[in-house]
T-cell receptor
Framework: GEDVEQSLFLSVREGDSSVINCTYT??????LYWYKQEPGAGLQLLTY?????DMKQDQRLTVLLNKKDKHLSLRIADTQTGDSAIYFC???????????FGAGTTVTVRA | ETGVTQTPRHLVMGMTNKKSLKCEQH?????MYWYKQSAKKPLELMFV???????ENNSVPSRFSPECPNSSHLFLHLHTLQPEDSALYLC???????????FGSGTQLSVL
């Protein structure tokens, strides 16, 4: 199976919270990332979390990490139409520098 | 603007053509990468260059040939491609050992 798995689609109403989930397999991962890709653009680093943290908050974004279950989530509060994009989860294993990406979750924000 | 520029943005080529993709970074990074993005599949790492030296080649077919003349420029030379090679090709850069990648906007390639 894939090293990093995400659900492919998420639809959310404007103003609601979005939660994007990700599972990974490498327990030695040191960093875990969320990248955002808007239409016609490359990937943009949104936020990242060190593996020794459980939570990181950055304005409307909250990242939760459950190392025991190898589960990472991204919560977007007060979702806006500009949040419509593909969100990629990625990990970088210990003693490596190469990111391993998931297939991306397409988030659609409806009015 | 991420500091990583890719050209062209779009490319259509026949299976017998030869073309090149170009990537340039203005971030002072010393590692550059080529990724392939196909719909609903994880990004596939193709090549990695650290300090102009190729350090990774993920079993990429020889019809893809990378070139890194210096730390700021990266090329991907294409020849005799197949229709299944149609995808978005993304360039990225980072500091060697750094944990953050900066991506270009990609070249959308269609092979007819």
């Amino acid at each position: 199976g894939e090293d990093v798995e995400q659900s492919l689609f998420l639809s959310v109403r404007e103003g609601d919270s979005s939660v994007i989930n990700c599972t990974y397999t490498d327990s030695s991962s040191t960093y875990l990332y969320w990248y955002k890709q808007e239409p016609g653009a490359g990937l943009q680093l949104l936020t990242y979390i060190f593996s020794n943290m459980d939570m990181k908050q950055d304005q409307r974004l909250t990242v939760l990490l459950n190392k025991k279950d190898k589960h990472l989530s991204l919560r977007i509060a007060d979702t806006q139409t500009g949040d419509s994009a593909i969100y990629f989860c990625a990990e970088i294993p210990k003693n490596d520098y190469k990111l391993s990406f998931g297939a991306g979750t397409t988030v659609t924000v409806r009015a | 603007e991420t500091g990583v520029t890719q050209t062209p943005r779009h490319l259509v080529m026949g299976m017998t053509n030869k073309k090149s993709l170009k990537c340039e970074q203005h971030l002072g990074h010393n590692a550059m990468y080529w990724y392939k993005q196909s719909a609903k599949k994880p990004l596939e790492l193709m090549f990695v260059y650290n300090f102009k030296e190729q350090t990774e080649n993920n079993s990429v077919p020889s019809r893809f040939s990378p070139e890194c003349p210096n730390s700021s420029h990266l090329f991907l030379h294409l020849h005799t491609l197949q229709p299944e090679d149609s995808a978005l090709y993304l360039c990225a850069s980072s500091q060697v050992g750094g944990e953050k990648l900066f991506f270009g906007s990609g070249t959308q390639l269609s092979v007819l």
